[in-house]
């Protein structure tokens, strides 16, 4: 087995054992068959890319960059620990935030297109007034009452 797996191997068992988790839990979580997590960590066997995905599709807070090379933090980001029942760490992705985020958009977009409907409605105003002071004389020179200078 190569070095990489080693401590690919290394980095499950610590993921393992900060979940808090035994073994043929985890493998259960997982869907590997029964005792083959065991087995693979136990004889220090090289785990496939279904294998790895499948540990990735049960446990989504673990951070796949740090479990094959060793980077950034343990937990991916955007979750965060939530206290369950049991000596268990369960994390959940921070929807809520997401929702916060997405409803502060929406609301700022639909202040923008009201701001869009008051320009258009100015604009209008500034033409017509313009055209007045036109009609007047004042646009372009000064007006006829100031001349007494």
Same mark, same amino acid.
Do not use: C
């Given at each position: 087995?190569?070095?990489?797996?080693?401590?690919?191997?290394?980095?499950?068992?610590?993921?393992?054992?900060?979940?808090? !988790?035994?073994?043929?839990?985890?493998?259960?979580?997982?869907?590997?068959?029964?005792?083959?997590?065991?087995?693979?960590?136990?004889?220090?066997?090289?785990?496939?890319?279904?294998? /790895?995905?499948?540990?990735?599709?049960?446990?989504?807070?673990?951070?796949?960059?740090?479990? !094959?090379?060793?980077?950034?933090?343990?937990?991916?980001?955007?979750?965060?620990?939530?206290?369950?029942?049991?000596?268990?760490?369960?994390?959940?992705?921070?929807?809520?935030?997401?929702?916060?985020?997405?409803?502060?958009?929406?609301?700022?977009?639909?202040?923008?297109?009201? /701001?869009?409907?008051?320009?258009?409605? !100015?604009?209008?105003?500034?033409?017509?007034?313009?055209?007045? !002071?036109?009609?007047?004389?004042?646009?372009?020179?000064?007006?006829?009452?100031?001349?007494?200078?």
């Amino acid at each position: 087995m190569s070095e990489v797996q080693k401590e690919i191997n290394s980095r499950i068992l610590e993921f393992i054992e900060f979940k808090g !988790l035994s073994l043929h839990r985890f493998g259960e979580m997982a869907s590997f068959a029964s005792g083959g997590l065991s087995r693979a960590i136990k004889e220090n066997r090289t785990f496939s890319v279904d294998k /790895l995905m499948k540990i990735y599709e049960a446990f989504p807070e673990l951070n796949p960059t740090w479990l !094959l090379f060793g980077k950034g933090r343990m937990i991916a980001d955007g979750f965060e620990l939530v206290e369950a029942p049991g000596k268990v760490k369960t994390y959940v992705f921070k929807a809520n935030e997401a929702k916060e985020d997405l409803k502060d958009y929406s609301v700022a977009e639909d202040r923008i297109k009201e /701001l869009e409907k008051e320009v258009v409605v !100015l604009e209008a105003k500034n033409e017509a007034l313009m055209e007045v !002071l036109r009609e007047m004389g004042y646009m372009g020179t000064r007006p006829k009452d100031d001349k007494k200078k």
